[in-house]
């Protein structure tokens, strides 16, 4: 239960005020920009107008399948004006994450079960890993004995891995299991992935072999809801977060997202969420904003 | 917290006594019987003693790789007298299980994440599957288009898979995540699997990305320390459960499976419990009867 109230943007004054109270908005992309390969209406315009008012953009999402150049891509591909700087994918925020917070030392590797999104951006910092497309041939016997501990691994990544397979599990649990110092990271912690109109297992999912082998939850799960990548983002633009909003569709990824880092929130209705959980007696994650598309704020350009 | 206490069998007039209380023994094999491909001291001698005095033996086990045919391989190996209709696995239980005790309809198919230890079962007791070595390969992009929901799949059984992949996790999420009456099955749930002197993630753990994914437990785990594995058993032979005794190695499934079942049990100290574990002022779970090892019946041989 909580008491907050959220204000529905929906005059032209509204909309101005809003605009006017942040410096920063960081986007979600599904549900928000577009819906997969298709731009929402009047968010073409929306963009262009907040970046002609001087409004820092940023993109942030929890897909790590892909690095911020791949992003970009589909960026370009649709026409909407973006830089790679702005784009923070959970891959990006991890591989952040390790170099800039953790300090991970340059002698030590990360264990990686995850695709080229993840190992590009590991690669990109600096960082040495392991794992990834190299394991992606799984064990073809129930011959153990070249899973063995290595102290050079100084942390386990995971991210979603299409091409999951019991010896990458296997080496990520004897890394984690025989040493009480090797990281347990997430890029994030979303337990399905939309996709063709239904959902299928996501990462949160996938490392779920490894929760219940170990018997212990991961130290850090980067991306959205977590703060970890509210951290990396501050930290790296040096945003002040009383002039920063987060502008997402789903209440417990994107908005609870704000709600952990202290920032605003604006909710859309173009994605998952609806505005009736946000109005129910019982709503439990409301966002301080809410508007029915990213692109109605179009009615206040001139 | 318990009461109970344990009796030790010291003395060869305990050892007598014990026996001539059971009928049947239900045998945990692994730490009991044999370690890896050694066979106890002893135990040759104890079983052939159990068996000329006309005691009913079943050989009881979690592991689900292997059909009952090959797990008989193992004891001619080792030279110990057993019959493929004493051999009861989690692999068989949950055939026996889909077909004897819930009637799984013959029109109905089965979708296995495990290897031919459970389709050669499953084949046996005449059911339909899908799925296990024909899934071996994985997806090799994002294109989840072929992966729909499928009304002829009845249950999936996930047991123990090296080849465990994306393609599996998903298909197996489909058809429960869309069909509410699809059966959720688990051979076993042991977390962990005992090799090479380690340990690795066991058939709980590969199916935990299911769990997580749907956010809800299986219908039902056949294996120890579960029912429905009794279950078969009693159903089975006819077993007169008061006069049945289990005897295994490790507290939290063979002792479990005794206590959830209602029969006697018998922790040998050959494996992995230990004598401190149940003398524990706090111990929970705590076997009716323990021995050093199997293999110490033998001092009671004429």
Redesign the interface.
């Known amino acids: 239960m909580t008491t907050t109230i959220s204000i529905k943007l929906e005059t032209d004054v509204a909309r101005r005020e809003f605009i006017d109270k942040f410096d920063a908005f960081l986007l979600d992309c599904d549900g928000v920009i577009w819906e997969e390969e298709i731009v929402l209406p009047g968010v073409h315009e929306t963009l262009k107008y907040l970046r002609s008012k001087g409004k820092q953009l940023l993109f942030v999402t929890n897909n790590s399948?892909r690095s911020r150049d791949a992003y970009l891509a589909k960026f370009q591909r649709l026409g909407i004006e973006a830089y790679v700087d702005e784009i923070f994918g959970s891959a990006y925020a991890s591989a952040y994450y390790l170099k800039n917070v953790l300090d991970f030392p340059s002698d030590k590797k990360v264990y990686v079960i995850g695709e080229s999104g993840i190992t590009d951006e590991l690669a990109a910092e600096g960082i040495q890993y392991i794992g990834s497309a190299a394991d992606n041939e799984?064990?073809?016997?129930?011959d153990?004995?070249k899973?063995v501990p290595d102290p050079e691994v100084g942390a386990v990544l995971c991210g979603f891995?299409?091409?999951?397979?019991?010896l990458k599990?296997?080496k990520a649990?004897?890394y984690l299991?025989s040493n009480p110092n090797c990281l347990f990271l997430l890029t994030n912690n979303d337990?399905?992935y939309p996709?063709?109109g239904?959902?299928?297992?996501?990462t949160?999912?996938?490392a779920?072999?490894?929760?219940?082998?170990l018997?212990r939850k991961p130290h850090c799960v980067i991306g959205k809801p977590n703060k970890p990548m509210l951290d990396c983002i501050v930290k790296k633009f040096h945003l002040d977060v009383k002039r920063t909003c987060m502008i997402g569709d789903r209440l417990d990824t994107d908005i609870q997202f704000g709600i952990n880092g202290g920032i605003s929130s604006l909710l859309v209705l173009t994605g998952v969420s609806q505005e009736k959980e946000i109005l129910a007696n019982d709503a439990s994650i409301v966002p301080d904003y809410y508007i029915k598309s990213l692109g109605d704020f179009a009615t206040i350009i001139e």
């Open positions: 399948t799984s064990l073809k016997s129930m153990f004995s899973i891995d299409l091409y999951v397979n019991y599990f296997a649990f004897t299991h337990t399905t996709a063709n239904s959902i299928f297992p996501g949160g999912s996938l779920a072999p490894l929760v219940t082998a018997n």
